[in-house]
T-cell receptor, first 114, second 114 residues
Framework: EDKVVQSPLSLVVHEGDTVTLNCSYEVTNFRSLLWYKQEKKAPTFLFMLTSSGIEKKSGRLSSILDKKELFSILNITATQTGDSAVYLCAVVSISNFGNEKLTFGTGTRLTIIP | EAQVTQNPRYLITVTGKKLTVTCSQNMNHEYMSWYRQDPGLGLRQIYYSMNVEVTDKGDVPEGYKVSRKEKRNFPLILESPSPNQTSLYFC????WGTGYYEQYFGPGTRLTVT
């Protein structure tokens, strides 16, 4: 059974701090890893990672994938109160029928204190 | 504007009364999927569809049915709802290109089964 584990479950930091969120996975037929931000509504897509060692960056957010060690990290620098959210990691795998299937982690709840 | 719509947004129903939650997207995406989100369990994929008339089970398909007769629509059917199907449901549509990915979630449907 495919599994995605995120850590920590919850994180509280002060505005301006840098945080690192972790996602490890065990899946068969890995295709890609996705990061999302979820506030009080539907998740919003952040990054897709397919290749090891290539950093994806968007403003203060960056992410990298290690396909050998089966994990990814999401970094947020100079955090702001608007970064408070649940961050979700999901892995795309190919099913036995050749279809693409998503498995989500339970998320990391990030709270930024002003 | 790229959009995934779900209806209804909120529904309270009784055990055993068949219901359908509709999902529609306007981006001509081939891939659509349904998720339920429960506290402590994260987002779990119920069913997904790679294209018209192509559907596959996700991690928690029991008690649900789907159909994909047209590309834009992907309804979720609960033939005989039970209280353990009380949850927040999201529909999503996606597109994968080479090195490119986009995904949009609907606004969610909060279902309560009494």
């Amino acid at each position: 059974e495919d599994k995605v584990v995120q850590s920590p479950l919850s994180l509280v930091v002060h505005e301006g701090d840098t945080v690192t969120l972790n996602c490890s996975y065990e899946v068969t037929n890995f295709r890609s890893l996705l990061w999302y931000k979820q506030e009080k509504k539907a998740p919003t897509f952040l990054f897709m990672l397919t290749s090891s060692g290539i950093e994806k960056k968007s403003g203060r957010l960056s992410s990298i994938l290690d396909k050998k060690e089966l994990f990814s990290i999401l970094n947020i620098t100079a955090t702001q109160t608007g970064d408070s959210a649940v961050y979700l990691c999901a892995v795309v795998s190919i099913s036995n029928f050749g279809n693409e299937k998503l498995t989500f982690g339970t998320g990391t709840r990030l709270t930024i204190i002003p | 504007e790229a959009q995934v719509t779900q209806n209804p947004r909120y529904l309270i129903t009784v055990t055993g009364k068949k219901l359908t939650v509709t999902c529609s997207q306007n981006m001509n995406h081939e891939y659509m999927s349904w998720y339920r989100q429960d506290p402590g369990l994260g987002l779990r994929q119920i069913y997904y569809s790679m294209n018209v008339e192509v559907t596959d089970k996700g991690d928690v398909p029991e008690g649900y049915k789907v159909s994909r007769k047209e590309k834009r629509n992907f309804p979720l059917i609960l033939e005989s709802p039970s209280p353990n199907q009380t949850s927040l449901y999201f529909c999503a549509s996606s597109f994968w290109g080479t090195g490119y990915y986009e995904q949009y979630f609907g606004p969610g449907t909060r279902l309560t089964v009494t």
